[in-house]
């Protein structure tokens, strides 16, 4: 998954500068924040994760695939 790492240049109580991370939705070319996690490979230590929008989309496919079996 990729990954958005800012430096805010605040440094914290702890004396430890403040870095903010997000990470980027899964889906191919989508720049959205990552919010939701389809699934992980333990094994490979892999997790994919998608924004709200692809989420809802791929929730709607499974709907409509279950409902014509």
Known sequence: MPRVTIKT???A???HEQIL???ICDWPHCPNP???LLGVVA???VA???CH???ALLEERRRSSN???
Do not use: F, K, N, Q
Request: hydrophobic share 35%.
């Open 21 to 23: 991370t997000e990470y």
């Open 13 to 15: 109580a702890d004396g």
């Open 43 to 45: 094994d490979l230590r």
């Open 53 to 55: 929008e692809h989420a």
């Open 34 to 36: 990552a919010e939701h």
């Open 48 to 50: 994919s994760w998608v």
């Open 67 to 69: 409902r014509g079996s």
């Open 9 to 11: 240049g605040i440094v």
